[in-house]
């Protein structure tokens, strides 16, 4: 049986105006989408056209900095103290090798490198992108460079790649004053920042740490270069579209002999202490040697974490600078004493006081001895320096005050920074009633005033600030400012060639301060004449360390006693600890009339003698060096290769 069924009729009238709606819409929309995309382009290519240019520049063309070359330091006779040396590490450009692991293990095998060092490659590349080098070993020998030239066609991808370096070619000898270049830390960024310098120090690895390469830091480090290159998406270099060269750091030359350094050094053997050697005439700094030292280019590659502690828990100190640290000056002070006693009427060129050997204060049963028991009698001011007699100068201070004595002290330096241009320098201590009081919340008492008339009590001066106090006494009052920059040397540079074509050599000039005026000068000739007579009479206290000297000297030798010692008994070095030992000071000047050098002697814990026999022959060594005479037959140090 056949069912009816159900025949649907399309309306294709209703289809067909459906399809008109749907395609008008669509046209509409595609419409719209065009016009949001036309006004996009429009919106790119016309009305922010110069804003994404210039993005665009940014993303393609890259400004790298490119570092300065640091300044030459020189002494004054022309002789290179620190240079900048070719130091070649080993460096792989990862994309560029085919088998990675093989390629580290047999160079490896080749130039002798730890595993160490491999696997901080590893962990290295890990961190950046494969087309730039990553250093594998630093600071080849030459025969690992040479090692590997030869075989260098079998590894493409790794090369040999040079920078300068810090090198001090006199090691420990010039340490302490020069200082020496390390790695930027964290506390020099944040230095730079404050400063402003952080962009002028882009592409600088190193700074100045101590002495002259910190305190000339600016000189020496030169402005940086630019290289703009145009890159990929990929931040590979294409090409080089402009380059502006830095301008490298300017030279320094130093007023320092090396010379007279190394007769320091030597004459300093065996011995802790410092020499510091003046000219007079204009406060140059001739010599500043402080020993032990150490080798400054330990520091300039990162010293190893056991070296450094082998230096810093050394018993000697070595990294102290003891020329800028404070001694007590002991008797070295008693010829500015007694141009003070004759200024202030204290004393007469020819006022006596009874020397027994000790000085005692009314109602006091303490003795302030003298260094020779039994006294020396009847004396006056010459007779007092050239035997440097306690007893008179307990006698004068007690007649001056510590007030005086103080106020007077300071003209000369004591317990001020001298202004030399190193970092490192200490003020020193000038005791006075107001300084124990502000120190110590004590009173001052008289006792200690003699204590300080012969340079001991709570006095502390460093050799560089005896050095100087002796020039202002042989220029008569008259002051120079210490100093071991002598003049700078600058580079230009061609741009066009890229290469330095000019030199010009500045002269600094520095400016004294006001000068010491006395109404009667003639008190500054009897103190000189007395110095003069310290080295040149037979039985004065200066006179062992020069005898059958060719040039005409004059000085003051001191004994400084480092620990108290009870009253009656008698000093024994060879019965006192090391460090509770004497030292040893001395101070020289030649030639006597018309004075070129002033040198300061410090010496620590003598095992026998004062300062005229352990410290004076240091400054006779220093002196028969200046004037054209060594000591010794042969040169005191070898200089080093390449140095004339």
Not at 10 to 16: D, G, P, W
Not at 95 to 116: R, W, Y
Not at 597 to 606: D, G, H, K, Q, T
Request: glycine share 6%; proline share 5%.
């Amino acid at each position: 049986m056949i069912k009816n069924k159900r025949v649907i009729i399309r309306n294709h009238s209703a289809e067909a105006n459906l399809f008109a709606r749907r395609a008008f819409i669509a046209l509409i929309g595609i419409f719209l989408l065009s016009l949001i995309l036309f006004n996009n382009i429009f919106s790119l290519e016309v009305s922010s056209y110069k804003k994404y240019q210039t993005r665009s520049n940014n993303n393609r063309i890259k400004l790298l900095p490119v570092a300065p070359n640091r300044g030459l330091i020189y002494d004054r006779n022309g002789v290179l103290l620190a240079e900048n040396k070719p130091v070649y590490s080993l460096e792989i450009i990862p994309e560029q090798v085919k088998n990675l692991p093989q390629t580290i293990k047999e160079i490896s095998k080749l130039l002798n490198i730890s595993a160490e060092k491999q696997a901080k490659f590893f962990k290295a590349i890990k961190r950046k992108r494969r087309f730039k080098p990553v250093e594998l070993q630093s600071r080849l020998s030459e025969q690992q460079v040479a090692l590997f030239s030869v075989n260098q066609h079998k590894y493409p991808g790794v090369r040999v790649d040079a920078r300068l370096k810090r090198y001090y070619p006199f090691g420990d000898l010039t340490t302490h004053t020069l200082g020496y270049e390390a790695r930027i830390n964290r506390k020099d960024a944040q230095r730079l920042e404050r400063e402003n310098k952080t962009e002028n120090y882009a592409a600088t690895r190193e700074i100045g740490k101590l002495g002259l390469e910190k305190y000339y830091e600016d000189i020496l480090h030169g402005t940086i270069g630019h290289q703009e290159v145009e890159v990929n998406s990929q931040g590979r270099i294409i090409r080089t579209l402009d380059f502006t060269p830095p301008i490298p750091g300017k030279d320094l030359i130093l007023t320092l002999d090396i010379e007279l350094q190394m007769i320091a050094k030597r004459a300093m053997q065996g011995k802790r202490g410092a020499v510091v050697a003046i000219d007079p005439r204009d406060g140059s700094v001739l010599a500043m040697y402080s020993n032990p030292s150490y080798d400054g280019n330990l520091f300039v590659h990162g010293i190893s974490s056991k070296n450094y502690k082998k230096l810093l828990h050394s018993k000697d100190l070595p990294l102290i600078n003891r020329a800028l640290q404070g001694y007590p000056p002991a008797s070295t002070v008693k010829p500015f004493m007694a141009v003070l006693g004759l200024k202030d009427g204290a004393i007469t060129p020819h006022t006596k006081f009874w020397d027994p050997g000790y000085y005692k204060l009314k109602g006091v049963d303490h003795k302030y001895r003298d260094w020779k028991p039994s006294g020396h009698g009847s004396v006056d001011i010459t007779k007092a320096i050239e035997q440097s007699c306690n007893v008179y100068f307990y006698n004068l201070a007690f007649k001056l005050g510590i007030t005086k004595i103080s106020d007077w002290m300071e003209k000369f330096g004591f317990g001020d920074y001298t202004g030399i241009d190193l970092s490192e320098e200490s003020s020193g201590i000038l005791p006075s009633a107001q300084w124990k009081r502000a120190r110590y919340n004590r009173s001052w008492y008289t006792g200690e005033t003699l204590s300080v008339g012969i340079g001991q009590s709570y006095w502390s001066v460093t050799p560089l600030q005896l050095a100087q106090a002796v020039t202002i006494l042989v220029n008569k009052g008259n002051i120079n400012i210490p100093h071991l920059l002598k003049a700078t040397t600058s580079h230009t540079s061609d741009t066009n060639k890229s290469s330095t074509n000019k030199s010009t050599t500045e002269n600094v000039h520095y400016e004294g301060k006001a000068p010491i005026v006395l109404k009667h000068p003639i008190y500054w000739d009897i103190v000189l004449n007395a110095m003069h007579n310290t080295i040149q009479k037979k039985h004065a206290t200066g006179h062992p360390g020069f005898v059958n000297t060719h040039y005409d000297a004059a000085g003051k030798s001191g004994t400084a006693q480092v620990a108290n010692k009870a009253q009656n008994t008698k000093y024994d070095a060879t019965k006192v600890k090391e460090n509770k030992r004497n030292n040893a000071m001395f101070i020289a000047f030649a030639p006597f009339k018309a004075p070129e050098i002033v040198v300061a002697v410090a010496i620590e814990n003598v095992s026998k003698g004062g300062g005229g026999t352990n410290a004076g022959p240091v400054a006779r060594q220093i002196m028969d060096q200046y004037f054209g005479k060594r000591t010794f037959s042969s040169p005191v140090l070898p200089l080093p290769k390449g140095v004339k």
